[in-house]
Every structure is written in structure tokens, then in C-alpha cells.
């Protein structure tokens, strides 16, 4: 029962750990200029890979779809099913996993580096909240980050649809678009887009936590964003079949 008890222990830590991260990211003084840095790194340095990867899960994605669907004679279905599976959930969900990887990693390895090479401890020294300045602006910047991140790949995934179609059926883009939307709701765009914030949260809060209370120096480095990616893309996905059962009980008669 040892294993229990660490597990347990760890998910107390780190929902403390989670929880004085929303309490200092409401209370003064906040740090805008950090907060932008970070943005920079976790919106602007991932959105190739964002765009990319949705747009090649868009193309091969009508593919496989259309060899399936012209067996029904319903291949006029195919830019409905490719607009709601993205906006749905395969763009919100992917998009969190490639965050994880990419962004989750690199904070768990930064911080971790920070506190083996005792830059935590010199912040610190000069009175410097180093929690306040280090982790709250990387929790924020990804859960600001991560829906619009989410908004680009769901874009990419029809631009990508959209000319695998073409190539095959040569249909037009208003018609493409006109059936593309034809099925889709309101609460079925802004509310999985919305709840890629709480993907954010995760992704940035379990990364912080396990770099920034790293004690195994330069061992921990490695561990640290090993764990960080790991831990996140789980609690990405169990989330996600939690808010998608909350998204039902909100919208009952329209979401998806």
C-alpha cells in the first residue's frame, strides 16, 4: 500500500501547489512583463507545430473518412463530420497533448535547472517572491495560449480537409464552408474551445510543480520534464472526459 500513499500524497501536494497558484495570480503585484515572455514562448514558438499537425490531421483525416462514407453514398456528410470532429474534440484534445509535450517538458526542465543551479534561491534572496514571478506567469500564459492555439488548429484541420476534398471532388470553397458549418452550434465551438483554459491550467501548474520543487539537482532536470509530460497528458485526458460530460449536462439538446 506504499505506492497508495505516495500517490496520494503527491495529489495533495500538487492540488496545494495548484491552489496557491490561483490565489497569487489574483493578488498584486502582478508580473505583466514576465507574463508577455512567457506568451511569447508558449503561444508563438508552438504554433507551427500547431498549425502543421492540424492541417496534416485535417488532410488525412478526409481521406480515410471519404473512402468510408462514398460506400454510403454520403460523401456530401464530409465537411460536417470533419468541421464538428475538430471542433468538437479531436482539435481541443490534440492540441493539449502537443502543448504538454512541447511546452510541459520545457517547463518542468527550466525551473528544474533554475533550482539545481540555486537561481531560485538567489531570486529569493533579493526578496523576490520567486513563486509569484516564475510559476504564475507560466500557468497564465498557457491557459490564455492554449484556446487560441485550439482556434488555429481547428482552422488548419479544415484548410487541410478542405483540400484533400478538393483534390478529390474538385467542391467548391463556399459550399465546402456551407456544409462544414451547416451542423455545428455555438456550444459546440465555444464551449470545447473554453475548455482547453482548464488543459492550460494543468499543463502549466503539474510542469510547474515538478520542476520548481525539483531537490535531486542535475538528475531532477530530466526527471522533471519526463514527469511533467507524462502527468499532464494524463490529467489532459481523464479532464477531458470530465468536462465533456459537463458540457452534456449545460447543453443538453445541441452539444455534440
Not at 481521406?63 to 481541443?92: C, D, K, W, Y
Not at 451547416?182 to 488543459?199: C, E, H, I, M, R
Amino acid at each position: 500500500m506504499r505506492w497508495l500513499a505516495k500517490g496520494l500524497e503527491l495529489v495533495g501536494k500538487m492540488g496545494l501547489f495548484s491552489l496557491r497558484v490561483l490565489i497569487d495570480a489574483i493578488r498584486p503585484p502582478f508580473e505583466f512583463a514576465q507574463l508577455s515572455r512567457q506568451l511569447v514562448e508558449v503561444g508563438n514558438r508552438s504554433l507551427s507545430l500547431i498549425v502543421v499537425s492540424g492541417f496534416a490531421l485535417g488532410a488525412v483525416m478526409t481521406l480515410h473518412t471519404r473512402s468510408t462514407l462514398v460506400t454510403f453514398g454520403a460523401t456530401a456528410m464530409i465537411p460536417a463530420v470533419q468541421a464538428v470532429s475538430f471542433f468538437v474534440e479531436i482539435g481541443p484534445l490534440v492540441a493539449g497533448l502537443l502543448l504538454a509535450g512541447r511546452v510541459g517538458s520545457g517547463i518542468g526542465a527550466v525551473l528544474a535547472n533554475m533550482r539545481a543551479s540555486e537561481q531560485i534561491d538567489a531570486i529569493q534572496s533579493l526578496s523576490v517572491d520567486s513563486f509569484k514571478f516564475l510559476v504564475v506567469p507560466r500557468v497564465l500564459a498557457c491557459v490564455i495560449a492554449l484556446p487560441f492555439l485550439t482556434l488555429f488548429m481547428d482552422f488548419a484541420g479544415l484548410f487541410g480537409g478542405f483540400l484533400s476534398e478538393t483534390l478529390s471532388s474538385h467542391i467548391a470553397p463556399t459550399l465546402y464552408l456551407n456544409r462544414a458549418f451547416d451542423y455545428l452550434q455555438w456550444s459546440n465551438f465555444v464551449a470545447p474551445t473554453l475548455k482547453t483554459g482548464v488543459f492550460g491550467f494543468i499543463i502549466g501548474s503539474v510542469s510547474s510543480y515538478f520542476g520548481y520543487t525539483t531537490n535531486k539537482g542535475a538528475q531532477g532536470v530530466g526527471e522533471a520534464a519526463t514527469k511533467s509530460v507524462v502527468v499532464s497528458s494524463l490529467l489532459i485526458i481523464v479532464a477531458d472526459v470530465l468536462l465533456i460530460k459537463c458540457i452534456y449536462f449545460l447543453f443538453p439538446d445541441t452539444a455534440i
